[in-house]
Each structure stands twice: as structure tokens, then as C-alpha cells.
Nanobody, 117 residues
Framework: QVRLVESGGGLVQTGGSLRLSCAAS????????MGWYRQAPGKQRELVAH???????NHADSVRGRFTISRDNAKTTLYLQMNSLKPEDTAAYYC???????????WGQGTQVTVSS
């Protein structure tokens, strides 16, 4: 089992910045990929960015150049630095982990990000 707890969401004006954190605990040695997803009202959940066990990262086109995913050296905390925020970034942001060998998916409870225009 892996437990994920997000923090750092809030209300920010257009052009502002926020940093989300996700603290992982439990069987973290099995985590192969961690990522951030977001879901706006009436829309499907979408991938924002992910980082693999070996440190490779990928960012969605809509956030590339503005958001940066990273983690601490102990691989227990995941971050999402969000700069130049836009109203369309408003959504609930979820931390995700994929573990091996059984391809189990774990989700955090979500943290709300609201960008005012």
C-alpha cells in the first residue's frame, strides 16, 4: 500500500505561482512512476506531468515551460512548481503513483488550484 497526501493548492491570480507537494508513505520502494493529474469541472482527468523511477520527466504540452515536476532525493516527496498560471489551469490536482510488480495505481485526495482572472 502507498499513501499519497497532497498540499499546496490555493487561490492565485493570473500569472502567479504555486508549488504543490505530495508526500508518499508506505511501500514506496515499489513505486515506478509518480505524476500529477488534474480534473476541471465537467472535464476528464488529464495528465499534467510524470517522473519515472530513473528521473525521466514528461510534461503535457499545455503546461510545458510553465510547470516543472520534481522530487526529493529520498523519493518520498513529489513536487509540482507551477508558474505563469492561467485561469484554464483551475482544477483539482491529484498525485498519482504506479507500483510494480502488480501495476497498482494509487491516488491522493486532491488539492484545489484556482486561478482568478
Amino acid at each position: 500500500q502507498v499513501r499519497l497526501v497532497e498540499s499546496g493548492g490555493g487561490l492565485v491570480q493570473t500569472g502567479g505561482s504555486l508549488r504543490l507537494s505530495c508526500a508518499a508513505s508506505g511501500s514506496i520502494s515499489g513505486i515506478q512512476v509518480m505524476g500529477w493529474y488534474r480534473q476541471a469541472p465537467g472535464k476528464q482527468r488529464e495528465l499534467v506531468a510524470h517522473i519515472t523511477r530513473d528521473g525521466s520527466t514528461n510534461h503535457a504540452d499545455s503546461v510545458r515551460g510553465r510547470f516543472t515536476i520534481s522530487r526529493d532525493n529520498a523519493k518520498t516527496t513529489l513536487y509540482l512548481q507551477m508558474n505563469s498560471l492561467k485561469p484554464e489551469d483551475t482544477a483539482a490536482y491529484y498525485c498519482h503513483a504506479l507500483t510494480r510488480p502488480y501495476n497498482l495505481n494509487y491516488w491522493g485526495q486532491g488539492t484545489q488550484v484556482t486561478v482568478s482572472s
